[in-house]
């Protein structure tokens, strides 16, 4: 397989994250959507089933409209739709967490639609109240409610699991985190080999595939891609709302810098460290998601900043942040990161701009700033 093999085949499951979730389906395999990272992958291929995160960016959303304010993302408004008009009707559950707000909301209006129309091409939705706040008191509530999603799982797929069920699902998952790491070696450091917009198709990728295809895949595009030649560019870190597609690296790189990372679950953070197994699967389970998954809802803010400032420090010359219009908890922690900032000396700029319709005016910015990061370096 060359790169361009393997990279068009993460491409075509990045672009496409109907497809395989539609032939396990047609195979006999069963199904199960979820809509974020802070969802239990493992636990769903321990009940038996094919999971897949739910993805959709329809430009028109006639089935949502009539229910969701305009303060909904595009994101979460049409993923509504999409459930909506049965486009995902084949799952046999739709498992949501409370980790943004937006999420749970998601699973409030599923269920007043389901209470007014019984008929409703809507699969099943159930929500996982996972908590992150840093406190034994909700650390022992999410292992509680991480012992009732799986109860739930199995009650719907009728499995006898296994402790060889839980081995095989970690493992899996596990060697998929390490193809994602693997990409990740190649953005880092002063001399990257990784685009930004590449990573962010490469690494989506691995939401929508069975994990064992994908960590082929990826680590046949990280061996190749490890021989090209370092990229020269500014490298730029970019802070904000989750990016499910490359619109805003595309534009930050167009103009010869480079996206090494990205705060949030799409990008840099998606792997987070493996699973180790031990005497209680289920609790190394709950404690990789409790303690490493990214999410909007981590509390108290140290924690929740810990990430960003050692990324900041890393080798990274400019960061833009993204905080897109529909936003409304981010931007609260915007005064403090850019503080922090401009402390250690870090040039940035913010985005408002929705990133799939960047302004005229938002692009001449990037512009700007990635011509100023450029010439900071040439004065060094």
């Known amino acids: 397989m060359s790169s361009f093999d393997s990279l068009a085949a993460l491409k075509n499951a990045y672009e496409n994250p109907l497809s395989a979730a539609l032939r396990k389906h047609q195979d006999g395999v069963p199904v199960v959507g979820y809509t974020s990272n802070t969802v239990p992958w493992e636990l769903l291929r321990v009940a038996g089933f094919f999971p897949v995160l739910i993805q959709a960016h329809a430009a028109e959303t006639p089935h949502a409209d009539p229910y969701m304010e305009p303060v909904f993302s595009p994101r979460m408004r049409s993923l509504f739709d999409g459930l909506l008009n049965g486009t995902w009707s084949f799952l046999r559950t739709l498992i949501v967490p409370r980790t943004s707000e937006q999420e749970h909301k998601l699973y409030l209006y599923l269920r007043e639609v389901i209470r007014q129309d019984g008929g409703a091409p809507v699969p099943p939705p159930y929500l996982f109240n996972l908590l992150h706040t840093r406190s034994a008191r909700s650390r022992a509530y999410g292992l509680e409610e991480t012992k009732g999603l799986l109860a739930h799982l199995i009650d719907i797929s009728g499995r006898k699991v296994a402790s060889s069920d839980f081995q095989s699902a970690i493992d899996e998952s596990n060697a998929a985190r390490a193809a994602i790491r693997r990409l990740l070696r190649l953005r880092r ?12 198709v490469a690494i989506g990728a691995w939401y929508f595939m069975d994990r064992a295809e994908y960590a082929s895949a990826a680590l046949h595009l990280a061996s190749v891609i490890s021989r090209r030649p370092p990229l020269h560019g500014p490298r730029v870190l970019i802070k904000g709302a989750p990016l499910d597609h490359p619109g805003l690296h595309d534009a930050i790189e167009s103009h010869g810098a480079v996206v090494t990372a990205e705060d949030d679950w799409w990008g840099s953070r998606a792997a987070g460290k493996d699973i180790r197994i031990g005497d209680d699967p289920l609790n190394a389970i709950f404690d990789k998601y409790y303690s490493d998954a990214a999410s909007p809802r981590l509390f108290p803010p140290p924690a929740a900043g810990r990430w960003f400032q050692a990324a900041a420090l890393r080798d990274i010359e400019g960061v833009v942040f993204y905080i897109p219009p529909d936003d409304d908890v981010l931007g609260w922690d915007y005064p403090w990161q850019r ?12 985005v408002r701009d929705d990133a799939r319709a960047l ?6 910015c990037i512009a700007e700033f990635t011509e100023r990061l450029a010439g900071a370096r040439a004065e060094r």
Do not use: M
């Open 189 to 200: 450091g002063r001399s990257p080999r990784l685009r930004g917009g590449e990573a962010v």
């Open 339 to 350: 503080e922090f900032l401009d402390k250690h000396g870090i040039p940035s700029l913010l």
């Open 359 to 364: 302004s005229r005016q938002t692009r001449q």
